[in-house]
C-alpha cells in the first residue's frame, strides 16, 4: 500500500503550522507531543479538530504538526487553517463542507503596531488641562 503524504501551511496572526497528514488511525502530534499535551485546553484542541469533525473522518489521518510563533491559541487557529487545506487535498470535493463552516478563510487579523509617543497602539497618555 502506498503511504501518500498531504503537506499544507496555515497561519494565524504571528503562529505558522507546517501540516503533514498521511493515512492512519487518527493519531496528532504537534512539535513531537501529543497534540492534548500541547494544547492543554479544551477549546484548543476542539478548535484544532473541527475540520476532521466536519468532514468526519476524525481516525482517518495521522497528523503532524510543525508549530511556531506566536501563542498556542494562535498556534491552534493555524493548524486548523493547515488541516482544513490539507484536507482539500486528500478529496477536493470536501470543499463546500469546509467552507460552509467557514474553515478555509484565513483569519487576517493582527496586533496594531505601537504608535511613537503613546504607551499603547490606540491608548494616549493622560491629558492634563494645566
Do not use: C, W
Not at 62 to 72: M, P, T
Not at 113 to 119: A, D, I, N, S, T
Request: glycine residues 10%; charged residues 25%; hydrophobic residues 35%.
Amino acid at each position: 500500500m502506498i503511504q501518500e503524504k498531504y503537506t499544507a501551511t496555515g497561519r494565524r496572526k504571528t503562529a505558522v503550522a507546517r501540516i503533514n497528514m498521511t493515512n492512519g488511525s487518527g493519531k496528532i502530534s504537534v512539535n513531537g507531543k501529543a497534540f492534548d499535551e500541547y494544547f492543554t485546553t479544551v477549546n484548543q484542541q476542539n478548535h484544532l479538530l473541527q475540520p476532521l469533525q466536519v468532514v468526519k473522518q476524525l481516525h482517518a489521518f495521522d497528523v503532524q504538526i510543525k508549530a511556531e510563533g506566536g501563542g498556542l491559541s494562535g498556534q491552534a487557529g493555524a493548524a486548523r487553517l493547515g488541516i482544513a487545506r490539507a484536507l482539500l487535498k486528500v478529496d477536493p470535493e470536501l470543499r463546500p463542507s469546509l467552507k460552509a463552516e467557514g474553515l478555509l478563510t484565513r483569519d487576517s487579523r493582527k496586533r496594531e503596531r505601537l504608535k511613537p509617543g503613546q504607551p499603547g497602539a490606540r491608548k494616549r497618555f493622560q491629558f492634563s488641562k494645566r
